[in-house]
């Protein structure tokens, strides 16, 4: 029996090192067959010679990775496994939305994005986080409209902060729909290419289709719906509790945002990142890191984004 002693494991890292309900410790005990412990900032590792000095591996890798990122994804998890003992990362087989574009079934595909999907599939609250083009808009709406198409729910409802947080409407012209319609516009234009034009002017005369600013979602109940929160990174923490509250009987909830193009004024507490910390033990409640390696608009996106991450490290 062999232990391994690994020392200075600042607090602030244990939550995202050790993952909700220490499901992180977990999966590297049962990998490796080791004990592990944490107690007075160090984590003691106990078991055969070279299963402690692999799992010990592991966790030095994913301490870094949470030092530098601030939190793991089950992609670098499973990556920093397979450094250390040398099998190959499985990427999860991409599962087909049925819904078409251009004659073509949509699917996912990065092996982050089929995290995603399933993540909708298996869970009536959903949280995804990333940057620009990972597809967090996109494939919410692609399975709102595959609910749709099978009848699981009865309605979709398309939600985001207007005008910033602030939602002030009142100053553009023309009614209620010609306000919002430009802060809409990114909802509206993948549920274009899935469904058509005239389908889902149809669809909204209906109101089975319902484009409504954040602010209007106040005192509602939404019963067998698929509804999504886009750009929740502009919601308040009383705007964001408003919000998941509307949830009601057979619906679904999906929440995108991305953490890094916060427009709220300077010391406002943010909706998105509040919830996440609130909400992460709580069963039924899903949460998706999309990172750059989920971007599929123009390979320059990429390419920019890794730029202005550079930049905000400086």
């Known amino acids: 029996m062999t232990e391994a002693t690994i020392s200075s494991i600042e607090p602030q890292l244990v939550l995202p090192l050790f993952g909700a309900k220490d499901q992180h410790l977990n999966r590297l005990r049962e990998r490796f067959d080791v004990e592990i412990v944490h107690r007075d900032g160090q984590i003691r590792v106990q078991g055969s010679d070279d299963n402690v000095a692999r799992a010990t591996q592991v966790i030095e890798q994913l301490t870094n990775i949470v030092r530098r990122r601030g939190s793991?994804?089950?992609?670098?998890?499973?990556?920093?496994?397979?450094?250390?003992?040398?099998?190959?990362?499985?990427?999860?087989?991409?599962?087909?939305?049925?819904?078409?574009?251009?004659?073509?079934?949509?699917?996912?595909?990065?092996?982050?994005?089929?995290?995603?999907i399933k993540a909708i599939r298996n869970n009536d609250l959903v949280f995804s986080t990333g940057p620009a083009g990972c597809g967090k808009t996109y494939l919410a709406v692609a399975m709102a409209v595959e609910a749709l198409k099978h009848q699981t729910v009865r309605k979709i409802v398309l939600v985001r902060p207007a005008v910033e947080a602030g939602e002030n409407l009142g100053f553009l012209p023309g009614d209620l729909q010609a306000k919002i319609n430009p802060y809409l516009r990114p909802l509206l234009d993948a549920a274009?290419?899935?469904?058509?034009?005239?389908?889902?002017?149809?669809?909204?005369?209906?109101?089975?289709?319902?484009?409504?600013?954040?602010?209007?979602?106040?005192?509602?109940?939404?019963?067998?719906?698929?509804?999504?929160?886009?750009?929740?990174?502009?919601?308040?923490?009383?705007?964001?509790?408003?919000?998941?509250?509307?949830?009601?009987?057979?619906?679904?909830?999906?929440?995108?945002?991305?953490?890094?193009?916060?427009?709220?004024?300077?010391?406002?507490?943010?909706?998105?990142?509040?919830?996440?910390?609130?909400?992460?033990?709580?069963?039924?409640?899903?949460?998706?890191?999309?990172?750059?390696?989920?971007?599929?608009?123009?390979?320059?996106?990429?390419?920019?984004v890794d730029a202005y991450e550079l930049d905000s490290g400086k």
């Open 72 to 116: 793991l994804t089950p992609d670098l998890f499973d990556e920093a496994i397979a450094s250390v003992t040398g099998e190959a990362v499985v990427a999860p087989q991409p599962s087909a939305i049925d819904v078409m574009q251009l004659g073509q079934e949509i699917r996912p595909r990065t092996s982050g994005q089929a995290r995603y």
């Open 192 to 304: 274009y290419e899935m469904i058509g034009f005239d389908q889902i002017q149809r669809l909204v005369q209906q109101d089975v289709i319902e484009i409504v600013p954040l602010a209007y979602m106040r005192g509602r109940t939404l019963n067998e719906a698929f509804i999504i929160l886009d750009e929740a990174q502009n919601t308040t923490v009383s705007q964001m509790k408003m919000f998941l509250t509307r949830m009601g009987e057979h619906s679904k909830i999906v929440v995108s945002g991305d953490p890094t193009q916060v427009d709220l004024p300077r010391h406002t507490r943010n909706g998105l990142k509040d919830a996440i910390h609130r909400l992460k033990n709580i069963d039924g409640v899903s949460f998706v890191e999309l990172t750059v390696a989920d971007i599929v608009r123009h390979r320059l996106v990429q390419d920019i």
